[in-house]
């Protein structure tokens, strides 16, 4: 097959060039392998350049070498990652699909990270000690190999979920084809991949801590010199932040309750972490190491990497609520205090995001989100609040006796999935748009220094009760080298319009956008055609009337009418059940480092089924090492 039908069918959004994933494929092998090499040598007491790294690392950090080298190095590559996705998902509503792994300069830090993450799993598990002096008591014992830490087994999990989003990703357009929104059940994968992968490495931190007898959490000094718990926070609002990018960039395909929902919970579950671990100042510590990263990345997108930038949530008010609730006194309860402060951080927090969505946001939130905003935040506060304080005490092994911490955490996830699944409810009702373009000339776009074909837009609906009150209704171009946002203007008359000229040249998809409660329609106000997926396009028409549709199948374009579609809700589901999964072993790990605080470093033996299914994993993936034992 010719290079040029491969490259045709990744613009077909059938998947990417074979040649590319051959070449992504063998590079990785190959790494991989010299990776194992390495620990094969180390593990019978040779590979120097290995050992003087550790050695290094353990020296700087005054932690063990097996958790200091792989844990640091995972951080580090967790940002990579997300400077990669978010840098592509700006690529991705600014020019659409992209030609395959190496077919744009954003998926290079991305899979750099990706792999680096996984890379840094296997270190983990290979630097593990042989003496039982030198490894933690929550070890797992793997017969033939030696104990391995805890936190390496879930940094190998949580890397490994994320590394296989890449294949996986290709096999799922080449069925589905480009389904181009941030929450498709592989990007979801990359999403709690990178999240588990970067808390891991943190938790290796934490375990090596102990192992060496060292306690990180609340130990004496001012909180600067307690940096774990604030990172541990610091991962987490990166993850609620990216979580809702598609409203940062007003490519939303979704309700806007998600936005405030999953804001007052991330705040309150990072947030309330933070704080419990490091005591006074907790909160604030964990913001200040997130957000002037956040800020860079934003900045750098829409500095010198050319997209369009997107906005940001602050979370400054939350992490000042979080600090002022606890600041005379350490709370006695850190469940009691997890919920106080979730209900601050939904009531007072979700009010100070309301009023920043309106400085910052392309789509502030209106008047008429609130009588459902306003629950919908407290619960989620209330229920972030919670599993925050639950983490925080499963890492300090204070957990209460009795039925008290599986009931709340039972309640809590319970009621973030409740409201998801209600946020996920939308509507299309039938509803028809005639829209008039007038004034139609030469004149700026988005990120384009030379004119382009614009005009002025009047659109008047079938139905009026559907832009009653809505939550946003506006005009829309992307995928044209830019983005446009506009919000639309009700006239006199009844109609309503733009306030400044939308683009109808070049690749500009250009459309407007209603949402009123549950209902989520779309109008194509002018697409180009697309012969690659066999669209004949919508051209812009001094007037036409158009039925309306839903958002996803207009901004889902390329998604493929002859797909098996009675694959979709399946696989989706069971991408969500390996998510809820990956994150239920998270919990798992995080008490069992509960168990070291106070525990001289001696190895305990694999307790319950749990641990026995880990450790058979654990022996699939380490048998080529199991022979190398020094």
Known sequence: ?????????????????????????????????????????????????????????????????????????????????????????????????????????????????????FLMGVLAIGLAPDDPRKSSSVALRVPGFGPVPAAGVLLLAGSAFGMAAFP??????????????????????????????????????????????????????????????????????????????????????????????LLSFGAAQALVLARVLAGRGGALYALALWLPVQAFMSLSIGGPLGVTMPSTPLFIVEALLIEAIAFRRDPRSPLVFGVVAGAAVGTIGFASEYGWSHVAMPLPWEASLLPEAIPVALLAGLAGGTLGALMAQGLTGTLARGPLPKVALAAAVVAFLGLGYNAADTSSPSVRATMTISDVRQGPTPNHDEPQQVGDLTVRFSDPSVADDPQWLYAMAWQGKGRYVDRLVRQPDGSWRTTEPVPLGGTWKSMVRVHDGRTMLSVPVRFPADPAIGFAGFPAASETTRAMVSDTKLMQLERKDDAPMWAWTPATLFVLGMNLAILAFLGVVCVRLGRMAGRPPTVDPPEGVLVARADRVLRTVTRPLAGARG
């Not at 938790?203 to 604030?230: D, S, Y």
Request: glycine content about 14%.
């Open 168 to 261: 996986l990703d290709d096999l799922w357009h080449r069925i589905f084809g480009q389904d181009v929104t941030l929450w498709g059940p592989t990007h979801t994968m990359i999403i709690g991949g990178t999240l588990t992968a970067g808390l891991a490495g943190v938790l290796l931190l934490v375990e090596g801590a102990r192992a060496a007898g060292k306690e990180p959490f609340r130990a004496a000094g001012t909180v600067l010199r307690r940096p774990l718990p604030a990172l541990l926070g610091a991962v987490c609002l990166y993850l609620w932040a990216a979580a809702t990018h598609e409203f940062n960039w007003g490519v939303p395909q979704y309700r806007q309750i998600w936005q405030p929902m």
């Open 1 to 117: 097959m010719s290079l040029t039908t491969l490259t045709a069918a990744a613009e077909a959004g059938g998947g990417a060039p074979l040649e590319q994933m051959a070449i992504v494929g063998f590079g990785t092998s190959v790494v991989a392998l010299a990776l194992l090499v390495s620990v094969f040598n180390y593990r019978r007491g040779r590979a120097p350049l290995m050992r003087r790294v550790e050695g290094g690392f353990e020296r700087a950090l005054g932690l063990p070498g097996w958790a200091a080298l792989p844990g640091v190095s995972t951080i580090g590559f967790a940002i990579v990652t997300i400077l990669g996705a978010t840098w592509d998902i700006g690529l991705h509503i600014d020019v659409g699909r992209d030609e395959g792994p190496l077919g744009t300069a954003a998926h290079y830090p991305l899979l750099l990270g990706l792999f680096g993450m």
